[in-house]
């Protein structure tokens, strides 16, 4: 499985932005996906999850301002980022696995190479 991030760049803060992950996967759908996200200086941590049922999964830090989903005919994985604020500032991953029994928490075995996010 291979996936690749797309859609970052500089915004202003209250700006938008969405990242798009391409999955090489033709049963994506089948897979939980996630975004990560990893901060200057800081460890990496779960953002957004997304299950095979289109159930989503957000760390208090984003909710209410980030949208995860899937666009299943196209294998593509979303992100659209609302209301950015400063503390947003990271490098995002997207994740896939076949198991995602632990949420944000859980292990994800195929990783995208990043795409660097900066508001300021």
């Known amino acids: 499985v291979q996936l690749v991030e797309s859609g970052g760049g500089l915004v202003q803060p209250g700006g938008s932005l969405r990242l798009s992950c391409s999955i090489s996967e033709s049963t994506a759908s089948s897979y939980c996906m996630a975004w990560f996200r990893q901060p200057p200086e800081k460890e990496r941590g779960g953002v957004a999850l997304?299950?095979?049922?289109?159930?989503?999964t957000y760390s208090d830090s984003v909710r209410g301002r980030f949208t995860v989903s899937r666009d299943s005919a196209k294998n593509i994985l979303l992100l659209r980022m609302t209301s950015l604020k400063p503390e947003d500032t990271a490098t995002y991953y997207c994740?896939?696995?076949?198991?995602?029994?632990?949420?944000?928490?859980?292990?994800?075995?195929?990783w995208g190479q990043g795409t660097q996010v900066t508001v300021s």
């Open positions: 997304i299950i095979s049922d289109s159930r989503t």
């Open positions: 994740a896939a696995d076949l198991a995602c029994g632990l949420g944000l928490h859980s292990v994800f075995d195929y």
